[in-house]
């Protein structure tokens, strides 16, 4: 069964950092975009980083630059986002997805999500 898989979530004070996993059963990722999203209770969801396929290039919302840094281990086919200096208003249900570049929105993979609550 092809999969997304996300994993790394919990709770942390502002502040703190946690690191997010994305791996695939089934496929491989080295051939795909991946895009981490996020999605807070009550708000859309919204794009927080991506990183390309053969280049390794990385985007990130304005909001997280800085502070989140995206990579990939091909060989381990995982996908990370680390995240540093957290905040409240980065709470929400973090995925991970298939793109075909980071230009084009996400139409293949989704991961189940993991709840990321930055709290005091």
């Known amino acids: 069964q092809e999969q997304l898989m996300e994993s790394g979530g919990g709770l942390v004070q502002p502040g703190g950092s946690l690191r997010l996993s994305c791996t695939a059963s089934?496929?491989?990722?080295?051939?795909?975009?991946i895009g981490w999203f996020r999605q807070a209770p009550g708000k859309e969801r919204e794009g927080v980083a991506c990183?390309?396929?053969?280049?390794?290039?990385?985007t990130y919302l304005d909001s997280v630059k800085g502070r989140f840094t995206i990579s990939r281990d091909d060989g381990e086919n995982m996908v990370y986002l680390q995240m540093t200096s957290l905040k409240f208003e980065d709470t929400g249900v973090y995925y991970c997805?298939?793109?075909?570049?980071?230009?084009?929105?996400?139409?293949?993979?989704w991961g189940q999500g993991t709840q990321v609550t930055v709290s005091s």
């Open positions: 089934g496929f491989t990722l080295d051939r795909y975009a």
């Open positions: 990183i390309w396929s053969t280049t390794g290039r990385t």
């Open positions: 997805a298939t793109q075909k570049s980071c230009y084009e929105p996400p139409k293949g993979y």
